[in-house]
């Protein structure tokens, strides 16, 4: 009886200190089960676990409250990005040079089993085609240009979605910029030289007229300073 | 990486600010965090979710930061000014509610147990992964996060703030 109640105490200890992952949801299954009915089980894990509910809500809040960084930030980090060297690939042997080099190191009985196996599959291969071949010629005659199964499709060329060169105002923040791109939905494509990113809008082509429109629309946007649509 | 940024820098940056306390340079913390990545994007392994390496990158960076600015000694000063402006309970509680004292409480928490309480209640980081961020062993990432927690009452009731635990 005694062992059994410090074993429970044990377990209830262990439980109280899973309390804050089971107010932040991120324990697993089983875990969050045995809380669940440890709380259903003791008032007073109950109580501790409403005041983790508290410092789980404002700590959440504090956080919150921090605002985020300025795109300064974001165009320092780019700009670095910019001045990085180039990754340097190193350049790999060509295909031929490494066939060669993995037969070289074949021993030379290895070489005679492995030419003699190829030849085998060749001889194989050409019986299955062969036996393709045979069993196709019953098929009926079929023009080329035209199937009745397939649907007519025409290209339509590429479509190429709007781009622009934008450059935010200083004051810009980055989750202003974030409403901004959400709102065109819009996505950086190019880094931050002179201060300029490059955006594409949709992924649709427009007309003269909307690239026009959407120029003026993001010209008036209060965190943009200048806005260029490129060809 | 414009998508990595947009989805990761603002946490990143709340990370590296709770921790070097200064805009600044948090600001430069983000910076560096995601050059580095930038830089070594090929030796991350996906063995745990991105969030959590970058995380782990800006703790490394900011306890980097706070050595060269020797602002450990500033911080131990911080959290002694937080329990000085409460000397007086009554006073503490007629002009803030519980919600204002938690969270300059939780601002008052010393830097181990500041990181433990944001990656546990604002990251939603399990066990295993604050073990990962923070280099310690998964037993006293629970001990750490309930020895913060007992700080945490222990500042609230010199507030004059009674919660009913410990």
Not at chain 1, 91 to 96: E, Q, R, T, V
Not at chain 1, 187 to 198: L, N, P, R, T, W
Not at chain 2, 60 to 65: G, I, M, Q, R
């Amino acid at each position: 009886m005694a062992l059994s109640k410090r074993k429970m105490e044990q377990q209830a200890s262990e439980i109280e200190l899973l309390l804050p992952w089971h107010a932040a949801g991120t324990l697993n299954t089983r875990d969050a089960r045995r809380v669940e009915e440890a709380l259903a089980r003791e008032p007073e894990l109950a109580r501790q676990y409403a005041v983790i509910r508290e410092e789980y809500t404002e700590t959440i809040a504090l956080n919150e409250s921090l605002g985020a960084p300025s795109v300064r930030a974001m165009q320092k980090l780019f700009a670095a990005i910019d001045a990085e060297p180039q990754v340097t690939v190193r350049p790999s042997l060509p295909l031929s040079a490494r066939v060669s080099a993995f037969v070289a190191g074949l021993s030379p009985r290895t070489l005679a089993w492995s030419a003699s196996l190829g030849a085998i599959a060749l001889v194989f291969q050409a019986g299955v085609i062969g036996a393709v071949l045979l069993k196709n010629q019953s098929v009926a005659y079929q023009t080329a240009s035209l199937s009745m199964n397939e649907p007519i499709t025409r290209a339509l060329g590429e479509q190429t979605p709007p781009r622009a060169l934008v450059r935010f105002v200083p004051e810009a923040r980055i989750s202003d910029i974030t409403v901004l791109l959400d709102a065109y939905q819009a996505s950086i494509v190019g880094g931050a030289k002179g201060g300029m990113f490059e955006l594409q809008f949709g992924n649709k082509t427009m007309t003269k007229e909307e690239v026009a429109d959407l120029m003026g629309r993001l010209q008036r946007e209060k965190i943009v300073g200048l806005a260029v649509a490129t060809p | 990486m414009q998508v990595l940024y947009g989805r990761h820098h603002v946490r990143v940056f709340r990370f590296g600010l709770r921790l070097v306390r200064d805009e600044q340079v948090a600001e430069d913390l983000i910076g560096e965090v995601f050059l580095d990545v930038w830089r070594q994007a090929g030796k991350f392994e996906g063995r745990s979710a991105v969030s959590t390496w970058l995380l782990a990158i800006t703790r490394f960076k900011a306890l980097s930061a706070l050595r060269r600015r020797k602002d450990l000694e500033l911080e131990e000063e911080a959290a002694n000014a937080i329990e000085d402006t409460s000397d007086d309970p009554e006073v503490a509680v007629t002009k803030k509610d519980t919600s204002e004292a938690l969270r300059e409480c939780l601002t008052g928490l010393s830097r181990e147990h500041r990181e433990i309480v944001d990656l546990v209640y604002y990251h939603e980081k399990s066990v295993e992964e604050v073990a990962e961020i923070v280099g310690i062993p998964e037993n006293t990432v629970k001990t750490r996060l309930f020895y913060a927690r007992k700080k945490l009452a222990e500042l609230l009731k010199a507030a004059g703030v009674e919660r009913g635990w410990p």
